[in-house]
């Protein structure tokens, strides 16, 4: 049988009786999340401060292990802060994968850094470690200032690894070679809330870490962002940011820098905490449909479910199906079958280096991240799919 027939057979058997069409990631509510709005119209406390934001806080942090998280409007406004916090000025580069959400690529630019693209691992399907110490090898110059681009000129200030669908990247060997070579870590743990390295959450092991709280993401605030970090000075750093540097007063309107509006609602927040509580459940249900996803695809000829790399605990944001043999065509040929018969299925985001605005942008070489473009297929992978498998 033709893969896209052999796939598209084994999420029939799956996904048996649900109601097509099956979408990739929906969200999910109840009268929690309908009772904390509500209360929260009621307070009139709708907007830049109120208990929630605070409370969504402390949940993040409590659930994350960080010793603080700062809500904010979204991942991406996350990610340009904590690449400001994280010292990238004016021309600096930013190591990215080129397999990625453009939000990366998007704050870095905002943040006035200068994308430089890197390869991915097939087996994290995040940054490889070794890869990028082979291209520092080649390209990176120590010297008073720091880690420069001998190519370009132009100082490496950081790295921001991604988890992608959830998967951990090897983090033990990027914490080394960012220590060896001088470099900022910035996780951009968007879609990792719920997945752990070797039993620490993602998001820790940086200098800070950002999360997406975006409407297709494992909790959803409607648009929401947070920062996430073991450092005093870095939140409060990031805090003031965010919330227009203004000093605190009774009546006064002192602000000391030039600063963002990035705040999350109070309203957002109150979703958020009605979310956090269903956490546990949504990532034990999205686990038995990886599993089950895992169990369909092991006996399938020419394909291979993604599974957690190997010390890490995924959150199994999107379940992921990839291809033994790269080929746009082959790939093509099952989107549109699972797609056609109400199975909403998506490949990877086009490569960074491959957008418009990006192409000029310097890169290492990209052969697996190549392959990965042309292999992986995202899975219907909502938690309630999971809930009768679980
Ligand atoms: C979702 C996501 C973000 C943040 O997206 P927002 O929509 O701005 O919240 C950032 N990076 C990655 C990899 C993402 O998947």
Known sequence: MALDQSLLAALERLHAGV???????????????????????ASTFVSSVGKFVDEFERNLAEFTGARHAVAVANGTAALQVALQLAGVTQGDEVLLPALTFVASANATAHAGGVPHFVDSEART????????????????????????????????????????????????????????????????????????????????????GTLSFNGNKTVTTGGGGALVTNDSDLARRAKHLTT?????????????????????????SALGVAQMRKLPRFLAEKRALAGAYAAALAGMPGVRFASEPDGTRSNYWLCTAVLAQPDMAVRDQVLATLNDAGFQSRPTWTLMHRLP??????????????????????????????????
């Not at 069409?21 to 009772?35: C, G, I, K, R, T």
């Open 19 to 41: 109601p097509r069409p099956v979408a990739l990631h929906e969200p999910e509510f109840d009268e929690d999340e309908q009772a904390l709005v509500r209360e929260t119209i």
């Open 125 to 208: 399907l995040g940054l490889d470690p070794a890869a990028l110490e082979a291209h520092l090898r080649r390209v990176g110059e120590r010297t008073a200032q720091g880690l420069r681009n001998r190519d370009t000129g132009r100082r490496i200030a950081a790295v921001v690894p991604m988890h992608t669908y959830g998967h951990p990247v090897d983090l033990a060997a990027l914490v080394d070679l960012c220590g060896r070579w001088g470099i900022a870590l910035v996780e951009d743990a968007a879609e990792s809330l719920g997945s752990w390295y070797q039993g620490v959450h993602t998001g820790n092991f940086g200098l800070v």
């Open 357 to 390: 605005m990006y192409a000029s942008c310097p890169r290492a070489p990209l052969p697996v991240a190549e392959a990965l473009e042309a292999s992986i297929i995202n899975l219907p992978s909502s938690p309630k799919l999971g809930r009768r498998l679980a």
């Open 244 to 268: 227009t540097a203004k000093r605190p007063h009774r009546w006064e309107f002192f602000h000391d820098e030039v600063a963002w509006n990035f705040r999350l609602p109070n309203l957002n």
